[in-house]
């Protein structure tokens, strides 16, 4: 905190200025070293911001996401076992902090509500001078703080959020996302669904009537359709519904012998209750089982949903029973340290975490201009979902993603899904262009 | 002074005095301290303090003077940010339009819901208020997506029209201004440990808030107020008179939806963002319970709800372990860990707790909500100075 | 043909459920004249009763598993309800498997001390203070309830499932002589319609053929006249609220295999009760009932596909919308009394 000083806005409005006059540098050029950007750290100390869902909803997925960042520092500051760095492909990470200076983080709680998550991003950034913002449950929250963060120059790394817009049309210079998309699970999800369920197949979709919802559909009925499915109906349900009965109901008057349920946290709970009680899955049409599909899965979800999610497909980010190295480094760390094996938003948090630091570490500062420089195209392994590309386009994760099934015979409350297929990248991986929007310009505030 | 009588002046010079200096009144311990984590003197905070302030004044006019309770406040506010945020995309960064159109946007909207709406009262016009807040959430979440967005809402982006900005430089995001003047700049001062930041944002709201508070005086001493004042006391009394009390209900309900859309409006100019949750019916008890709680039908009353309740949301939601086990470092080990464990619950994500918990102590026992505390305290003071003055300094706020 | 009876039956579903949450909250809002906000809390409290019998009849011991590891390569531990070392393994299991049922005997218990409790150590202090004062000191409460519950239960729903013997669904249409399958529905759905049922007809019959009950609606209409007459009604108003906080409870019971209980779901059904019992009418019972099946069933035709594609978002909105045409052309709702709650 320097004295009497005018802070970035007028530095920026300084920049503009010189940049009307065609004076003007690139912007990341202005800024070097340790300072000429926001809350540039000063001391022996860095502060990072994590954002999540602490009341409402998503208060459980918020929980776990901060039970990652606080692993994530401990191994960062050079505690516990390490994790995941061990490995990590990259070996910039030395334990030491980042850039030596020990990390510290203050909390914040989004309550899932845009609002409420920006004014708590905003006073991480204006109180607390924290660097990097991240965490996040939904993309509505995601989108906002995002925003937010391009505005304010520091980096966003997202949470959980799942939607097509967040590197789509509202895409940013800033953010970040490493957890997978609508996009990808359709395209992961329908070959699987062809092979098991057959190539004539007749789909209900029950759509959350919002943007992720919306998105989820699309991309589900465009890649099925692509395999041969018919949509017989999609019928979009309110965010507020708690009892799905009056949509359930007429699906099996439609001729469909497939339920997509397009849905995600308490509504994916209930909506696939309320069909199992329904008795759906027990009924023949067509001379075929009835089956329902879960685009969208997550651990906590499954549980919530108890026994009805057994057989049923879905898509998921990660998952703790994956085999490989990174993911049994970090189920281990993660087990160790809170009894029970990590949700795929506690993994996505982490990684993220981890990724930033490993970007400041390899570009040598804070400055948000060039820790994008050093995620843009930046190639990775070890963090347990295989070989990964962080694409300079849109600032999106390509990566394998999970097609799972809710297990038949779980042997404890956290072995819920089992994992049918890793889809390979190559599978999911689609043109930046197509979502439209624009990632602008980093920025570094002032 | 203003054509306000002399009490009336003092509150308003106090309130002046108090947002004014707001940045030091918010940042009474030294950076670094442990206390510093109830520092609230921090652009956002600060400016969400006034902007709620507005709304509830707007709110206690229509509550606190004719007693009809609305339930559906916060699609004013809404509406009234959707409109700015829209003048933002298409027409220019600068905030004044952007306001000036939340505020026309809101009153027209509050004209059609009141002109319905209060063909009933009591609970009847309670919910059908709430019916078309909900109505407005529920369809700016959906189908209006076009229009509002929907899950992830709108924000200026640079490639939006904007036909009195010139083209952005490249690199360069929109940002809210007052003819070049950013509402995001401030100035910081450094006081020994102490560091004060005095905002460009939080300025103008904080002027735009007491003249709103001014104007709320003005309506609350004019004959008009007492008019809406006599609508509480006894409707059924005032139309035997010959009056019909409709156009002035209508009109106090115009005022404090504008007064909900200038709230809105001064939102998106600090924080160019629009969702949504802003309508949903949770936002419209909040600025009910901002009104209660501080003393409905008092002047300041709701002033002191609205800061006490972003205060708690903000500041309190914030601790977290790491910051207790600091706060509390200086104990032997085993009462530090008995302490947390008796107040983490509270704090960080108990935040809720905390503040219900508030709600219902103040509401027990102070009648009157915070000023009626306040009053409490003052007249302790009075009483020690001098015993033996008679009068009760307590003025039951009019409810 | 087939489509809208199918919806009349979701309708009478859903219906009952709004009635029966109605019922309680018109109890003690429409005839105490308190605005009691925490009445979605008290619902929600209820299906956590359900939740911690369950729990408590699953109270396990750990045993391991020979050959067995878990995910940290520790040996695999499986848990073994007391409940089967009292009773045997097959009654054990069949307790648990009836653990909803058996919460109604539970919850009542419950949901009265609750009811008398918040009543007189609360509730009977605001019934001369302004609503205002009432919204918010229940609000409190009802914030202060949830967050008790987030803390020992979390925010995540917690699957309750009905008894086995009520799973699947009945086939409607093949009685009604429709193709197979096309009007089913659950098991589970047709209890809690029968419940709800048997619970209104009971609060019903208690007000309208006991002394009891003519006292209260005595003490709705004129409280002060049957005080003077010497009748203790503040004893009795503490009964009632006992009794609306064990309905709503029940309700809550009963609800938890249709979807599975968390810590807000009061709040999800707060506003919706508050608006089934106005458009009902404030102080009549009738009304509520009336009101709850009106709304119930309007709202399942809003969600048929057919009607979205010509009105899209109407299930967003039908229930609001409903509300206000009705209390436009009704003012005082349904059946609404006279000069009650309208100041």
């Not at chain 2, 904080?206 to 004042?229: E, K």
Request: charged share 15%; hydrophobic share 45%.
């Amino acid at each position: 905190m320097s004295n009497s000083n005018f802070t970035r806005r007028g530095l920026i409005k300084t920049g503009a200025v010189a940049g009307a006059a065609g004076l003007s540098l690139p912007t990341y050029l202005r800024a070097d070293g340790h300072s000429g950007f926001t809350n540039a750290p000063t001391g022996d100390t860095v502060t990072l911001g994590f954002n999540v869902p602490q009341s409402g909803p998503y208060a459980d997925e918020g929980a776990d996401e901060l039970r990652a960042y606080e692993l994530a520092v401990e191994h960062l500051n050079g505690g516990g076992d390490g994790g995941l760095m061990n490995t990590f492909s990259s070996k910039a990470l030395q334990g030491n902090g980042i850039l030596g200076k020990k990390v510290e983080y203050v909390t914040g709680d989004t309550q899932t509500k845009s609002d409420a998550a920006r004014a708590s991003a905003r006073s991480m950034i204006e109180k607390d001078g924290a660097i990097m913002i991240t965490g996040g449950s939904s993309s509505g929250v995601a989108v906002a703080v995002q925003a937010l963060c391009q505005e304010a120059g520091v980096i966003f790394m997202a949470g959980l959020t799942h939607s097509n817009d967040t590197t789509g049309k509202d895409k940013k210079a800033n953010g970040f996302r490493h957890f997978f998309n609508s996009y990808m699970s359709g395209a992961a999800l329908a070959p699987i669904l062809a092979s098991n369920y057959g190539k004539d197949r007749k789909a209900y979709h029950l759509t959350a009537d919002y943007n992720w919802g919306y998105t989820t559909e699309e991309a589900v009925r465009t890649s099925t359709e692509a395999m041969g499915w018919e949509t017989v109906a999609a019928v979009k349900t309110p965010l507020t519904q708690t009892d799905f009965s009056s949509y359930i109901a007429p699906v099996l008057q439609s001729g469909a012998d497939v339920l997509v349920l397009n849905h995600y946290g308490g509504n994916m709970v209930n909506s696939l209750t309320n069909a199992v009680q329904f008795g759906l899955r027990d009924k023949q049409v067509n001379g075929k089982n009835f089956e329902i599909v879960v685009p969208l899965y997550s651990r906590l979800m499954a549980k919530g949903a108890g026994a009805n999610v057994k057989g049923i497909f879905g898509s998921t980010n990660w998952h703790w029973s994956l085999q490989d190295d990174g993911s049994k480094a970090f189920v281990k760390s993660f087990g160790t340290k809170y009894g029970f094996p990590p949700s795929q938003a506690a993994h996505t948090c982490y990684v993220q975490a981890l990724l930033y630091a490993d970007a400041v570490e390899r570009a040598g500062s804070f400055n948000p201009c060039a820790v994008g420089e050093a995620l843009k195209d930046f190639e990775f392994d070890g963090m347990g979902n295989g070989p990964t590309l962080y694409r300079g386009e849109d600032h999106q994760c390509f990566k394998d993603v999970l097609v799972v099934k809710g297990k038949e015979n779980p042997t404890s409350e956290f072995d819920l899904l089992e994992i049918v297929e890793i889809t390979p990248v190559s599978q999911v991986t689609y043109d930046a262009g197509i979502f439209g929007g624009e990632l602008g310009v980093c920025n570094p505030g002032a | 002074m203003f054509g306000l009588n002399s009490k009336d002046t003092k509150l308003l010079l106090v309130v002046i005095a108090l947002t004014m200096l707001a940045p030091f009144i918010l940042n009474p311990f030294p950076e670094g301290s442990a206390m510093a984590q109830f520092n609230g003197g921090y652009p956002d905070l600060m400016q969400r303090l006034v902007i709620f302030g507005i709304f509830a004044i707007g709110f206690n006019i229509l509550f606190g003077l004719t007693g009809y309770l609305s339930f559906g406040h916060a699609a004013f506010l809404g509406v009234g940010s959707y409109a700015a945020i829209w003048m933002m995309k298409l027409l220019t960064m600068n905030v004044i339009p952007a306001i000036m159109i939340s505020v026309l946007v809101a009153g027209l909207f509050s004209l059609l819901v009141g002109w319905i709406s209060l063909r009933r009262s009591g609970i009847y016009f309670s919910i059908l208020t709430l019916a078309f807040a909900q109505m407005s959430y529920s369809l700016a979440y959906s189908v209006l997506t076009p229009i509002t967005g929907g899950e992830t809402g709108l924000q200026p982006k640079i490639n939006d029209p904007r036909i009195l900005d010139g083209a952005l430089a490249a690199g360069e995001t929109p940002r809210a201004n007052l003819f070049g003047l950013e509402m995001g700049s401030s100035y910081e001062m450094t006081f020994g440990n102490w560091v004060f930041t005095f905002n460009a944002g939080y300025y103008i709201a904080a002027v735009v808030m007491i003249l709103a508070f001014y104007l709320s005086i003005r309506i609350f001493r004019s004959p008009f107020g007492m008019m809406l004042r006599a609508v509480k006391s006894n409707q059924q009394r005032l139309n035997y008179t010959g009056l019909n009390a409709k156009p002035y209900t209508l009109a106090a309900f115009v005022i404090s939806g504008m007064y909900a859309g200038l709230a809105g409006g001064l939102l998106v100019a600090m924080d160019t963002q629009v969702g949504a949750e802003r309508m949903f019916w949770t936002a419209s008890g909040e600025v009910v319970l901002m009104t209660i709680l501080g003393g409905a039908g008092t002047l300041i009353g709701p002033v002191l709800g609205a800061g006490f309740i972003k205060y708690m949301e903000n500041i309190v939601s914030k601790i977290n372990k790491t910051v207790l086990e600091q706060w509390f470092a200086f104990m032997p080990d085993g009462i530090e860990d008995f302490i947390i464990t008796i107040v983490y619950p509270f704090v960080g994500k108990g935040w809720h707790l905390t503040l219900g918990l508030l709600f219902m102590l103040v509401v027990i026992f102070l009648p009157g909500g915070l000023v009626q505390g306040g009053q409490k305290v003052f007249g302790l003071f009075r009483r020690k100075k001098a015993s033996d003055e008679k009068t009760d300094g307590k003025t039951t706020p009019a409810e | 043909m087939d489509a809208i009876i199918l919806q009349i039956l979701n309708g009478l579903d859903k219906g009952s459920a709004y009635a029966l949450i109605a019922l309680g909250l018109t109890l003690i809002f429409g005839t105490l004249g308190v605005v009691n906000f925490a009445h979605g809390a008290l619902f929600m409290i209820g299906a956590f009763c359900a939740v911690t019998l369950s729990r408590l009849l699953s109270l396990s011991h750990e045993v391991a598993v020979e050959g067995e590891v878990d995910f940290l390569g520790n040996p695999m531990m499986k848990d073994v309800p007391y409940i089967y070392d009292i009773f045997g393994e097959a009654t054990g299991a069949a307790i648990i498997d009836w653990s909803v049922p058996l919460s109604i005997l539970f919850a009542i218990p419950v949901m009265v001390a609750i009811g008398f409790i918040m009543e007189r150590g609360l509730i009977q202090h605001f019934y001369k203070r302004p609503h205002a004062d009432q919204i918010l000191v229940t609000f409190g409460l009802a914030i202060v309830l949830q967050e008790i519950i987030k803390y020992f239960y979390g925010a995540n729903p917690i699957p309750t499932p009905a008894p086995a013997a009520f799973t699947g669904s009945f086939d409607f249409g093949a009685v009604l002589g429709f193709d197979p399958n096309t009007i089913i529905y659950p098991y589970w759905r047709l209890v809690y319609f029968a419940f709800a049922a048997i619970i209104i007809g009971a609060v019903f019959a208690f007000l309208q053929f006991t002394t009891f009950g003519m006292v209260v609606r005595a003490g709705m209409a004129d409280r002060e006249t049957v005080g003077l007459l010497g009748i203790n009604i503040d004893k009795r108003f503490t009964i009632m609220f006992g009794i609306a906080a064990a309905v709503a409870g029940l309700a809550g019971v009963m609800y938890t295999p249709i979807n599975s209980p968390n810590y807000h779901m009061g709040m999800d059904f707060l506003v919706l009760s508050f608006v089934v019992v106005v458009v009902g009418g404030m102080g009549s019972l009738p009304g509520a009932v009336l009101a709850g099946f009106l709304l119930g069933v309007l709202e399942s035709f809003a969600s048929m596909g057919a009607v979205l594609e010509v009105l899209p978002g109407i299930n967003q909105i039908i229930i609001y919308l409903v509300a206000i045409v009705i209390l436009l052309t009704r003012p005082r709702g349904l059946m609404g009394r006279k000069g009650v709650m309208e100041e």
